[in-house]
């Protein structure tokens, strides 16, 4: 059998876009796939999906009358609701379609990849969610500038924020059309605005309650399809995990060696910095940020944080075993290989491991349930992006910066929606210029600055009594522009898409080289810095520390 990522070192290249729909849609196998026959269950039950979801739009447009309904859903959702969207935001069309692919491929590594994953990120959350749901309001620009200068703050914060969510949106977009024309055979244009149309649906209706809602369905779909899908694989093992390891190393390439670790460590730098991305940019992203202001308080964020840990587990344990079954039933089967040779190229590509598998388990309608929910994911965080990029626009640029805090609700709201449909517009007509283009950098973008520009100054103005507004900035920007600088000096952009002969940063991602410096630069410049001003947010930061512990004043939330 052939393994669909041939060497460790593009394996690791790779591993950004797993974890990502963008990922799965936009990496090489999915590039090179070919537009399919119409897959008429799959799209009788993304139909389904999508009427149940507006149904809830229409429901949730009634609720939405304050700034606080639109952003955060009025404070109103509980942890179990709130830890199953955190889970839906993670569990990605490409974390289904991606990681199952991986264990067919390179066998223990895959989940080596996802043990790591999972291990560095319960960390930083319960690091940061009680504080975050105690200081901040709407967005992360609130904590960041809570005792800092509003104007620079929440400009830098915002022009980072809507970096890391354009970027974001536009892999998201390519990944949804090149999916489209994969599973259900429609055309890669017709998708885009069906994806834009819907997602400004969502927003513009429903604000975070519809946006939050259609994570938590599409979260049970992915768990439910998921389980399935595994269960139905494992039984034909006699739910035997020595049986099934057994036949899987009796006919993987790798033999016994797929059970044994190694290959993720070749290109250690590599594989490092892609680890502190990956962590460190998943408390950075604003759409997840922001999901801790939607529960009543601090309590209901760890409640959040725990629910969400412990699906997210359970799921990847699914998608080892359905890696694992896949070896067998999908590897040896040549129904699923191009001109029926086993050990070719698999039909559609390799992410497509999952989806032959539900074939394989549960015939047809498995597999239109399945192309129905991996769509649906994408739909479900386009709308948390998008939510996330109006509220930088609306409630930090245009109510904070531009009208200084004196901007009614109602006008904020009505900017807000404005944004969205501008974002939709914006991320439809850059997912059709970028339709022939590799977008895994822009993965590796979104996390970099996520990780570098926003972690950093995030983490410092929380924990840091030293933290001035100059230093919040020179971090901020330090770690935005280097960031960017490295990815586009990388093999991603500068050899292949640029067509240069040589990168001129040797490495793909940017965290381990960025990061230090936005720390950095916040520490030398903060404690340079002896202006009065810069004495008084240092006074401040005894306030700020007592409403952190504990959300004194939180309930009602100061307008900052």
Not at 69 to 84: E, H, R, V
Not at 354 to 362: E, I, N, Q, S, T
Not at 482 to 489: A, G, I, N, Q, Y
Request: aromatic residues 10%.
């Amino acid at each position: 059998m052939h393994r669909h990522i041939p060497h460790a070192r593009r394996a690791l290249a790779a591993l950004p876009l797993l974890l990502l729909p963008a990922l799965a849609l936009a990496g090489p196998d999915l590039g090179a796939t070919q537009k399919q026959p119409l897959n008429w269950h799959a799209i009788g039950m993304f139909f389904v999906f999508v009427l149940m979801t507006l149904a809830i739009t229409y429901w949730a447009a009634g609720r939405s009358k304050s700034a606080s309904d639109f952003y955060t859903a009025g404070g109103g959702i509980t942890g179990k609701q709130n830890g199953l969207a955190i889970a839906g935001d993670f569990m990605s069309a490409a974390t289904l379609l991606g990681l199952t692919a991986m264990i067919y491929g390179d066998g223990v590594d895959g989940y080596i990849y996802m043990v790591a994953f999972f291990v560095g990120w319960p960390i930083i959350l319960f690091l940061m969610a009680e504080r975050l749901r105690n200081l901040g309001k709407f967005t992360f620009a609130d904590i960041t500038a809570y005792r800092l200068s509003q104007g620079p703050v929440r400009t830098m914060a915002a022009v980072s924020s809507l970096t890391v969510v354009c970027f974001y949106l536009v892999a998201q977009m390519v990944g949804a059309g090149q999916l489209i024309k994969l599973l259900f055979g429609l055309d890669y244009h017709v998708a885009l605005v069906v994806v834009g149309v819907l997602m400004m649906v969502y927003v513009i209706f429903g604000g975070m309650v519809a946006t939050t809602w259609v994570q938590i369905i599409k979260a049970c779909m992915l768990l439910v399809g998921g389980t399935a899908i595994m269960l139905l694989a494992f039984s034909q093992f006699g739910f035997s995990f020595d049986t099934l390891t057994t036949k899987a190393m009796e006919v993987h390439k790798l033999g016994a060696n797929m059970l044994s670790p190694g290959k993720l460590l070749a290109d250690p730098v590599t594989a490092l910095s892609m680890g502190l991305g990956l962590m460190f940019g998943i408390a950075g992203l604003p759409h997840i940020l922001m999901r801790f202001f939607t529960v009543t308080n601090a309590q209901e964020a760890r409640k959040s944080v725990f629910y969400a840990s412990g699906i997210i587990a359970f799921f990847f344990n699914v998608i080892a075993i359905m890696g694992l079954c896949a070896i067998v039933l999908v590897g040896t089967n040549p129904d699923f290989f191009e001109g029926g040779q086993v050990g070719g190229k698999l039909i559609g590509g390799g992410n497509m491991v999952a989806l032959h598998l539900a074939k394989a388990a549960g015939g047809n309608l498995l597999l239109g349930f399945l192309s129905a929910v991996a769509f649906a994911t994408i739909l479900a965080v386009v709308a948390g992006l998008a939510l996330a990029g109006a509220s930088a626009i609306s409630h930090d640029l245009y109510a904070r910066v531009i009208m200084k805090g004196q901007a009614s609700e109602e006008k904020e709201i009505r900017v807000s929606k404005f944004a969205t449909l501008g974002l939709g517009v914006v991320a439809v007509l850059l997912g059709m210029a970028f339709e022939k283009m590799n977008v895994a950098f822009m993965v590796a973008l979104a996390f970099g600055v996520a990780s570098c520009a926003n972690f950093p100054v995030l983490l410092m103005s929380m924990y840091w009594k030293g933290l001035t507004t100059r230093g919040a900035l020179a971090g901020g920007y330090t770690g935005l522009i280097s960031s960017v600088l490295f990815v586009l000096l990388s093999k991603s952009v500068w050899v292949d898409v640029l067509g240069n002969a040589a990168p001129l940063f040797p490495y793909t991602q940017p965290a381990l080289f960025a990061m230090p410096l936005a720390f950095l630069a916040i520490y030398v410049v903060s404690t340079l810095d002896r202006s009065a001003r810069a004495a008084s947010e240092r006074d401040a930061f005894d306030d700020q520390y007592v409403r952190a512990q504990t959300g004194v004043g939180a309930a009602s939330a100061a307008a900052h």
